[in-house]
């Protein structure tokens, strides 16, 4: 593995045993190296000072009935040690509203909380960190879209899920980066404004040339703006001169340069399998073009020695929660960690999650 990943987690504060004795914390320290199978950054020392906190967590979580969800760009400490499930936001808040629990812990960022809250109303939604926002959903607010709507009348509003719950409730429809194409390409009309990505929306351009005009907004993810077309070229120049077949595989967050240079680009989950997909075929030297999480679980869910080549980028949003902030929401949250979304807000948010629910699948 040659991909520069970020410094190796440090052994944590010892906050106590919680009661578990030696043998009982060894074994989950074990598990834990297993599970992450990232020895040289995972060491036993720091999986044995994360065991006592990852057993508390697991006990509390049946003993309240809480289902606990991770998106993908958490720490392996969290994805491995304690969600129930690991997924992109999409798919997480569909887990959410089928489960048969009533208390949702969501570790993610705001807006990821606020969808699993608008999906499933009755809920209660527990959000550990609730300053953990997003530059992608922090650059619109509801008034912005009021506005592009006044000086567009009637053309469809589509906002990427990154949003909050008060700009979801002001658009016709949401999407994901693994459905925008196909249900921009279902909405009727010659034009859609589309928010607020604008990387993905300019990649939604040059899909529908020629069909729809799509109207942009001017947000970005900071983390897959940080990759470009001309860095992307040069690893691939690198490598082919050194014999390698290098895979690129990018986020639709990405720069449209970046996406021209990938062989394949998709939603983290998309990214995932195709990994893994290539790595089943003896195509083992690949470059992930997102957030560094992606590759922690590459790293973890594939059999055998990956090349992952280059750099990734980290979400400091995203590495916002830690075990701790987990831990504290379980025995009791603060009123700020429950998701609460005005009622009228969330009636509207949940018609665009609805529609989507219905143009994509
Ligand atoms: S990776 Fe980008 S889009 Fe995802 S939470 Fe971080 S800033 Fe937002």
């Known amino acids: 593995m040659v991909l520069d990943m970020p410094s190796a987690p440090i052994p944590r504060v010892f906050l106590g045993n919680f009661g578990y004795s030696e043998s009982e914390i ?84 705001r807006f990821m909380a606020e969808t699993a809250k608008i999906v499933s109303p009755n809920k209660t939604v527990l959000h550990p960190s609730p300053d953990a926002g997003c530059s992608l959903s922090d650059s619109i607010e509801a008034e912005d879209v009021i506005r592009m709507k006044e000086d567009n009348p009637g053309v469809p509003v589509v906002c990427y899920i990154n949003t909050s719950a008060a700009v979801k409730a002001e658009c016709d429809v ?21 928010v607020p990505d604008k990387f993905m929306g300019r990649h939604l351009q040059n899909s529908l040339w020629g069909k729809k005009e799509v109207i942009l907004y001017d947000g970005e993810c900071e983390v897959h703006a940080e990759f470009t077309g001309p860095k992307i070229r040069n690893w691939k120049k690198n490598m082919s001169e050194n014999g390698v077949d290098l895979k690129v595989l990018s986020h639709p967050e990405c720069d449209s340069e970046v996406l021209e240079e990938s062989d394949f680009v998709g939603s983290s989950e998309l990214l995932m399998n195709e990994a893994k997909r290539l790595a089943s075929i003896g195509n083992r030297d690949m470059m992930l073009i997102t957030e560094c999480g992606t590759a922690d679980r590459v790293l973890a869910e594939t059999e055998g020695n990956l090349n992952l080549m280059g750099a990734c980028v ?5 590495k916002k929660t ?37 143009l994509a699948e």
């Open 26 to 109: 060894d074994k989950e320290a074990v598990r834990l190296q297993y599970a992450i199978r990232q020895p040289m950054r995972w060491s036993m020392e720091v999986c044995r000072s994360l065991a006592p906190l990852t057993l508390e967590i697991n006990r509390l979580k049946k003993e309240k009935d809480v289902f606990l969800i991770a998106h993908s760009y958490q720490t392996p400490d969290i994805t491995y040690g304690v969600a129930d499930s690991v997924a992109d936001s999409y798919a997480l808040s569909k887990e959410a509203r089928d489960a048969p629990q009533q208390t949702i812990l969501f570790s993610s960022v």
């Open 322 to 358: 830690q075990l701790e902030d987990i831990l504290q929401v379980l025995i009791d949250p603060y009123p700020e960690q429950i998701i609460d979304i005005p009622e009228g807000t969330l009636k509207r948010a949940s018609k665009s999650l609805d529609e989507m629910f219905r």
């Open 174 to 194: 949401c999407v994901t980066s693994s459905n925008y194409l196909r249900i921009c390409e279902r909405l009727p009309g010659d034009s859609l404004i589309f």
């Open 314 to 318: 980290m979400c400091k949003h995203m």
